[in-house]
C-alpha cells in the first residue's frame, strides 16, 4: 500500500501531536514520498526534523538518521521515544556498551513493523568504521537522513572530514536522503549534493531571514577596551546567552571574570574533558548556566529555545559561520540580540587560520601509492597502506579528487592517468583556491561589519537572498531613523535597497535599471572566470566567483571596461 500525504498529516497528529504541517514540510515529505532526494536549508527552529521524523515512522524500515553530536542524538532519540510512546529510536555510538549496541542493532533488524526500531541515530565516524557500514547495509532502510548536512562541505563552516564518507555510504544504501542544514550558501548548496551523490534531489530553501533578531556591531580601536566592553555589556544583558570568542585563553579568562561579578557562566572549547563540556551543555540547557562563553566548538545542535542574546567578543570566519552561531538566539520566536564587537585587526587572526599549505610531498606519495594499485582503493586500505590520521587522510583525498587528479567511485578511489607531478601541481592549485575564497570570505566578514547600510539586508544577500525593504531592526537601520538622514544621502544594502528612510520606513528596492544584471544571474569575467551575481551596494556589485571567491568590482568600471557579460545556463 502506498503511503500518501494524508497518510504523513495523520502520523504527524496521532504520533507527535503536530496537527498543522507547514507547506515547506509538505513539499519536502512529498518529495520524500516520490523516492526523490531532497536537501532542506531552513533556519533554526522551523521544523526541520518534522521533514524525516514523519515519513521514517510512516515507511516500512528504518532511518539511518547521521548527527554530530552525541548528546543530540540521544536528545532526538528520547523526544521521538517519548512522542511514540515505546522505543522507536536507539542509538549507535562508542558510548555505549557492548550489549546495548547488540540490543540496538537487533531492534533496528526486526521485521516486526509494529515493533522494530524506526529511527537508527549514529555519528558520522561510526559510519566511516567498515563493519558498522556493512550491518547498515544488511537493514531494510527507508531513509537516511544526514544532520547538519554543512559539514561534508569544505566551503562549510564547520567542515568535518568524517562526512566525505558519507558519499559512499548514501550510494550503497540506495534509499532517498534528507540532508538538513539551517545555513548553506549557494557553493555550500552544490558540493552538500556533490559529495553526497544526490541525483536529481529537490532543493527546498525557505527564507535566511530571522526577523526576530536585532542586529549590531560595535567598533572598537583598542583590544584591552574591547574586552572591557564585551565584559561590561554581557553583565547587563538579561540571559540566558552565549558569547563567542575566538581562543580557548579567551574563554577561560572571560568566564572566570563574569563568574567574579556575580553571573552564573561558564566556559566550553575543545581544551576541556568531555566530561566537562558535557557538564556546560547540560547546565546551560536546565539552566544553571546562563552565559556559556565558547570557541566554535559549542554551538551545533544546541536546541534552547529562550536564548536572548549572541555576543561576539571577535569576529567569525565567515558570514556563514555568524549566521549559524546568532542562530542559537531567540528559537522560541521571542526577541534576541545578536552582538559583534569587531576591531579590524582581529582579522588577521582569521587571515592565519584561513592560510592551508598543501603538502606536496604527501599528496606525491598517496597519488603514487594509489595509481600503483591498478585498481579502485578503499579508504580503509588507503589508510593502513599510509599510516595517516583519517582527517589527513580525507584532507590529501580531497584535494586530488578536488582537482580531477583521482575519482571517487563505488568501488573505492582511482587515479587518473598522469604523472605524480602534474596531479600535484594540479592539487596545490586546488589548495591555492580554496585559500583565496576563505579569504574572500573573511572581507565579507568585514564588509559586514563595516557598512553603513542595513545590515540584514547584506546578510540575506550573502546568502543570495534578496531582501526588498530595510529591515528597521538593526542598529544601522535605526541610527538613520533617529538621525533624520535625508534619503538622498543614505548608502545601499548589497541588493541595492537604501538602508533606511529618515522616519525609519522602509524603503523600496531601486530600479532595476541600477542593476545590469539580476541577483543570481550566471556571469563571467575575463580573468576570474565564471561567477554569480550576489548583491548590489552603492555603486559596486558583488560577485561569487568560483575560483576566487567575493568580488566586489565598481558598476561604473564594468560598463566602462565591458567586464562582465552574462553567460547562458540551462533550465
Given at each position: 500500500?502506498s503511503?500518501?500525504?494524508q497518510d504523513?498529516?495523520?502520523?504527524a497528529?496521532?504520533?507527535f501531536?503536530?496537527d498543522d504541517?507547514?507547506?515547506?514540510?509538505?513539499?519536502?515529505?512529498?518529495?520524500?514520498?516520490?523516492?526523490?532526494?531532497?536537501?532542506?536549508?531552513?533556519?533554526?527552529?522551523?521544523?526541520?526534523?518534522?521533514?524525516?521524523?514523519?515519513?521514517?515512522?510512516?515507511?516500512?524500515?528504518?532511518?539511518?538518521?547521521?548527527?554530530?553530536?552525541?548528546?543530540?542524538?540521544?536528545?532526538?532519540a528520547?523526544?521521538?521515544?517519548?512522542?511514540?510512546?515505546?522505543?522507536r529510536?536507539?542509538?549507535?555510538?562508542?558510548?555505549?556498551?557492548?550489549?546495548?549496541l547488540?540490543?540496538a542493532?537487533?531492534a533496528?533488524?526486526?521485521?516486526?513493523?509494529?515493533?522494530?526500531a524506526?529511527?537508527?541515530?549514529?555519528?558520522?565516524?561510526?559510519?566511516?568504521?567498515?563493519?558498522?557500514?556493512?550491518?547498515?547495509?544488511s537493514l531494510?532502510?527507508?531513509?537516511?537522513?544526514?544532520?547538519?548536512a554543512?559539514?561534508?562541505?569544505?566551503?562549510?563552516?564547520d567542515?568535518?572530514?568524517?562526512?566525505?564518507?558519507l558519499?559512499?555510504?548514501?550510494?550503497d544504501?540506495?534509499?532517498?536522503?534528507?540532508?538538513?542544514t539551517?545555513t548553506?550558501?549557494?557553493?555550500?548548496q552544490?558540493?552538500?549534493?556533490?559529495?553526497?551523490?544526490?541525483?536529481?534531489?529537490?532543493?527546498?530553501?525557505?527564507?535566511?531571514?530571522r526577523?526576530?533578531?536585532?542586529?549590531?556591531?560595535?567598533?572598537?580601536?583598542?583590544?584591552?577596551?574591547?574586552?572591557?566592553?564585551?565584559r561590561?555589556?554581557?553583565l547587563?544583558?538579561?540571559?540566558?546567552?552565549?558569547?563567542?570568542?575566538?581562543?580557548?585563553?579567551?574563554?577561560?579568562?572571560?568566564?572566570a571574570?563574569?563568574?567574579?561579578?556575580?553571573?552564573?557562566?561558564d566556559?566550553?572549547?575543545?581544551?576541556?574533558?568531555k566530561?566537562?563540556?558535557?557538564?556546560?551543555?547540560?547546565?546551560?540547557?536546565d539552566?544553571r548556566v546562563?552565559?556559556?562563553?565558547?570557541?566554535?566548538?559549542?554551538?551545533?545542535?544546541?536546541?534552547?529555545?529562550?536564548?536572548?542574546?549572541?555576543?561576539?567578543?571577535?569576529?567569525?570566519?565567515?558570514?556563514?559561520?555568524y549566521?549559524?552561531?546568532?542562530?542559537?538566539?531567540g528559537?522560541?520566536?521571542?526577541?534576541?540580540?545578536?552582538?559583534?564587537?569587531?576591531?579590524?585587526?582581529?582579522?588577521?587572526?582569521?587571515?592565519?587560520f584561513?592560510?592551508?599549505?598543501?603538502?606536496?610531498?604527501?599528496l606525491?606519495?598517496?597519488?603514487?601509492?594509489?595509481?600503483a594499485q591498478?585498481k579502485?582503493?578503499?579508504?580503509?586500505?588507503?589508510?593502513?597502506?599510509?599510516?595517516?590520521?583519517?582527517?589527513?587522510?580525507?584532507?590529501?583525498?580531497?584535494?586530488?579528487?578536488?582537482?580531477?587528479?583521482?575519482t571517487?567511485?563505488?568501488?573505492?578511489?582511482?587515479?587518473?592517468?598522469?604523472s605524480?607531478?602534474?596531479?600535484?601541481?594540479?592539487?596545490?592549485?586546488?589548495?591555492?583556491?580554496?585559500e583565496?575564497?576563505?579569504?574572500?570570505?573573511?572581507?565579507?566578514?568585514?564588509?559586514?561589519?563595516?557598512?553603513?547600510?542595513?545590515r540584514?539586508?547584506?546578510?540575506?544577500s550573502?546568502?543570495?537572498?534578496?531582501f526588498?525593504?530595510?529591515?528597521?531592526?538593526?542598529d544601522?537601520?535605526?541610527?538613520?531613523?533617529?538621525?533624520?538622514?535625508?534619503?538622498?544621502?543614505?548608502?545601499?544594502?548589497?541588493?541595492?535597497?537604501?538602508?533606511?528612510?529618515?522616519?525609519?520606513?522602509?524603503?523600496?528596492?531601486?530600479?532595476?535599471?541600477?542593476?545590469?544584471?539580476?541577483?543570481d544571474?550566471?556571469?563571467?569575467?575575463?580573468?576570474?572566470?565564471r561567477?554569480?551575481?550576489m548583491?548590489?551596494?552603492d555603486?559596486?556589485?558583488?560577485?561569487?566567483?568560483e575560483?576566487?571567491?567575493?568580488?566586489t568590482?565598481?558598476l561604473?568600471?564594468?560598463?566602462?571596461?565591458?567586464?562582465?557579460?552574462?553567460?547562458a545556463?540551462?533550465?
Amino acid at each position: 500500500m502506498s503511503i500518501t500525504l494524508q497518510d504523513l498529516q495523520h502520523t504527524a497528529a496521532s504520533t507527535f501531536g503536530w496537527d498543522d504541517l507547514r507547506s515547506g514540510q509538505e513539499h519536502a515529505m512529498e518529495a520524500v514520498l516520490e523516492d526523490h532526494s531532497i536537501l532542506c536549508v531552513m533556519p533554526t527552529g522551523s521544523g526541520k526534523s518534522a521533514i524525516y521524523q514523519v515519513p521514517a515512522m510512516a515507511l516500512p524500515g528504518v532511518a539511518v538518521v547521521i548527527s554530530p553530536l552525541i548528546a543530540l542524538q540521544h536528545d532526538q532519540a528520547e523526544a521521538i521515544n517519548a512522542h511514540a510512546g515505546s522505543p522507536r529510536a536507539r542509538v549507535i555510538n562508542s558510548a555505549l556498551r557492548k550489549r546495548e549496541l547488540e540490543a540496538a542493532w537487533e531492534a533496528a533488524a526486526d521485521d516486526d513493523e509494529q515493533t522494530r526500531a524506526k529511527f537508527l541515530f549514529l555519528a558520522p565516524e561510526q559510519v566511516a568504521r567498515d563493519e558498522v557500514a556493512a550491518r547498515l547495509r544488511s537493514l531494510d532502510v527507508s531513509l537516511v537522513v544526514v544532520d547538519e548536512a554543512h559539514c561534508v562541505s569544505s566551503w562549510g563552516h564547520d567542515f568535518r572530514p568524517d562526512y566525505l564518507q558519507l558519499g559512499h555510504l548514501v550510494r550503497d544504501l540506495g534509499a532517498p536522503v534528507v540532508a538538513l542544514t539551517a545555513t548553506a550558501s549557494r557553493p555550500v548548496q552544490k558540493e552538500i549534493v556533490e559529495r553526497l551523490h544526490l541525483k536529481d534531489p529537490t532543493i527546498l530553501v525557505e527564507g535566511f531571514d530571522r526577523p526576530n533578531l536585532h542586529l549590531e556591531v560595535v567598533h572598537h580601536v583598542e583590544d584591552a577596551e574591547k574586552h572591557d566592553a564585551v565584559r561590561g555589556q554581557v553583565l547587563g544583558l538579561t540571559g540566558p546567552g552565549l558569547v563567542y570568542v575566538a581562543t580557548k585563553k579567551a574563554a577561560d579568562r572571560l568566564a572566570a571574570e563574569l563568574q567574579e561579578r556575580g553571573t552564573n557562566a561558564d566556559a566550553y572549547h575543545a581544551g576541556r574533558s568531555k566530561k566537562d563540556r558535557a557538564s556546560v551543555h547540560e547546565g546551560f540547557l536546565d539552566g544553571r548556566v546562563d552565559v556559556v562563553v565558547a570557541t566554535t566548538a559549542f554551538g551545533m545542535g544546541i536546541d534552547k529555545p529562550d536564548v536572548r542574546f549572541v555576543v561576539h567578543a571577535d569576529i567569525s570566519d565567515s558570514l556563514d559561520s555568524y549566521y549559524q552561531e546568532i542562530g542559537r538566539g531567540g528559537r522560541d520566536g521571542l526577541d534576541a540580540r545578536a552582538i559583534l564587537h569587531y576591531r579590524p585587526e582581529d582579522l588577521s587572526l582569521r587571515r592565519f587560520f584561513a592560510a592551508k599549505t598543501a603538502h606536496r610531498t604527501q599528496l606525491g606519495d598517496l597519488f603514487r601509492l594509489i595509481s600503483a594499485q591498478g585498481k579502485p582503493v578503499k579508504m580503509k586500505k588507503l589508510k593502513d597502506l599510509t599510516g595517516l590520521s583519517s582527517r589527513k587522510l580525507t584532507g590529501l583525498l580531497n584535494l586530488l579528487t578536488a582537482s580531477g587528479c583521482v575519482t571517487d567511485g563505488v568501488k573505492g578511489y582511482r587515479a587518473r592517468t598522469m604523472s605524480a607531478g602534474e596531479a600535484v601541481d594540479r592539487a596545490v592549485e586546488q589548495a591555492a583556491n580554496r585559500e583565496r575564497i576563505d579569504r574572500s570570505r573573511i572581507d565579507m566578514a568585514r564588509r559586514y561589519a563595516e557598512t553603513k547600510g542595513c545590515r540584514r539586508q547584506f546578510l540575506l544577500s550573502y546568502f543570495g537572498e534578496e531582501f526588498p525593504k530595510t529591515c528597521g531592526a538593526c542598529d544601522n537601520c535605526e541610527r538613520r531613523a533617529g538621525s533624520g538622514t535625508p534619503a538622498g544621502t543614505q548608502e545601499a544594502s548589497p541588493n541595492g535597497t537604501p538602508a533606511g528612510s529618515a522616519d525609519g520606513s522602509a524603503e523600496e528596492t531601486p530600479d532595476h535599471h541600477d542593476m545590469p544584471f539580476a541577483v543570481d544571474t550566471a556571469v563571467e569575467h575575463p580573468e576570474w572566470g565564471r561567477g554569480s551575481v550576489m548583491g548590489y551596494e552603492d555603486g559596486i556589485v558583488t560577485v561569487l566567483f568560483e575560483t576566487v571567491g567575493y568580488k566586489t568590482l565598481s558598476l561604473a568600471l564594468i560598463e566602462e571596461k565591458d567586464l562582465l557579460t552574462g553567460v547562458a545556463t540551462a533550465d
